[in-house]
């Protein structure tokens, strides 16, 4: 299996507190990805990185941040949380050699009340 | 943008064969791909398809056709452990620098085996 970790791996937060997510790897790969699963929508990217401090939006942004400040961690921030951002929050991996695959991590649940 | 219709649930019995199907409307494309997920668990990668064609892996297979913009993965000799939930990918862009390796999902055939 792929080394990747994500913590927590639950959270119940209130609304308009900040909140972070934090994805490590130990596979030393160059780009990873943050997507939220919800019933109905399957899996929807929301940023990705292709290298230390270089990232860029995907399809559901709005309202989240991201960092990569070492290879090993991408971390994902819902600045405000809204109720709307309750899901579950995969972390994936890819590298260079193995481009056809992306590694998942375990999953974070995050409830926003 | 891209856009994947895939069926939301299919039932089959163990011992039997089952074909789940994908087809894809993208402004570009490079492969296929298919992953599963069991209840609570992560996606774990099964197959990719870059060119029409099968491509096989034990009991599971995948297939592409780029002209009708379809694939689908066949699974044989069902076991209850087959269980869990499909979801077809596609790959719209070439590698360019710029974390070009994305996918986008559809959203997901369930696939419940029956004794």
């Known amino acids: 299996d792929a080394g990747i970790t994500q913590s927590p791996r639950h959270k119940v937060t209130e609304t308009g507190t900040p909140v972070t997510l934090r994805c490590h790897q130990t596979?030393?790969?160059?780009?990873m990805y943050w997507y939220r699963q919800d019933p109905g929508h399957g899996l929807r990217l929301i940023h990705y990185s292709y290298g230390v401090k270089d990232t860029d939006k995907g399809e559901v942004s709005d309202g989240y941040s991201v960092s990569r400040s070492k290879t090993e961690d991408f971390l994902l921030t819902l600045e405000s949380a809204t109720s709307s951002q309750t899901s579950v929050y995969f972390c994936?991996?890819?590298?260079?050699?193995?481009?056809?695959?992306?590694?998942f991590g375990p999953g974070t649940r995050l409830t926003v009340t | 943008g891209q856009s994947l219709e895939q069926p939301s649930e299919v039932t089959a019995v163990e011992g039997a064969i089952v074909q789940i199907n994908c087809t894809y409307q993208?402004?570009?494309?490079?492969?296929l791909s298919w992953y599963q997920q069991h209840d609570g668990g992560a996606p774990t990668f099964l197959s990719y398809n870059g060119l029409d064609g099968l491509e096989e892996t034990g009991r599971f297979s995948s297939f592409l056709s780029r002209s009708d913009s379809y694939g689908y993965l066949l699974l044989q000799e069902l076991q209850m452990k087959d269980s869990a939930s499909y979801f077809c990918a596609v790959r719209a862009s070439e590698y360019s620098g710029a974390g070009s390796y994305q996918l986008t999902f559809g959203k997901g055939t369930k696939l419940s085996v029956i004794p």
């Open positions: 596979e030393n790969h160059r780009y």
């Open positions: 994936a991996i890819t590298g260079t050699s193995d481009p056809y695959e992306q590694y």
């Open positions: 993208t402004s570009g494309f490079y492969g």
